[in-house]
Nanobody, 116 residues
Framework: QEQLVESGGGLVQPGGSLRLSCVAS????????MRWYRQVPGKEREWVAG???????NYPDSLKHRFTMSRDNAKNTVYLEMINLEPEDTAVYYC??????????WGQGTQVTVSS
C-alpha cells in the first residue's frame, strides 16, 4: 500500500527558509513522478512543484524563483526547499504521487506558517 509522510514544516518569519521532506513507501519510487501541493482553509488545493522520473523539476511561474524540488531515489524521498518565504506561503503542504488510472496517493500534510 502506497504511503507518503511529510515533515519539516513549522513557524518561520517572513524572508526565512524551510526544507520539507516526503518519505515514500509501498511503490517503486524511482519509477514515478512526484508532486507537492499546498492548501489554505477555504481555498482550492494549489500545485507548487513537480519532479519527473528523469529528475526534471518544474513550478508555477509565481514560485519558480523561490522553490526548488529534488529527489533522492536511494532514500525514497523528495524535498521542497523554500526560500524568501512570505505570509502568503502559509498553508498545509502535501506530497502526492500520481499512480495512473486516475489514482493518487497523498501524505497527511505538514503545516507551514510564515509570520512575524
Amino acid at each position: 500500500q502506497e504511503q507518503l509522510v511529510e515533515s519539516g514544516g513549522g513557524l518561520v518569519q517572513p524572508g526565512g527558509s524551510l526544507r520539507l521532506s516526503c518519505v515514500a513507501s509501498g511503490f517503486p519510487f524511482s519509477n514515478y513522478a512526484m508532486r507537492w501541493y499546498r492548501q489554505v482553509p477555504g481555498k482550492e488545493r494549489e500545485w507548487v512543484a513537480g519532479i519527473s522520473v528523469g529528475n526534471h523539476a518544474n513550478y508555477p511561474d509565481s514560485l519558480k524563483h523561490r522553490f526548488t524540488m529534488s529527489r533522492d531515489n536511494a532514500k525514497n524521498t523528495v524535498y521542497l526547499e523554500m526560500i524568501n518565504l512570505e505570509p502568503e506561503d502559509t498553508a498545509v503542504y502535501y506530497c502526492n504521487v500520481p499512480l495512473g488510472g486516475g489514482r493518487n496517493a497523498w501524505g497527511q500534510g505538514t503545516q507551514v506558517t510564515v509570520s512575524s
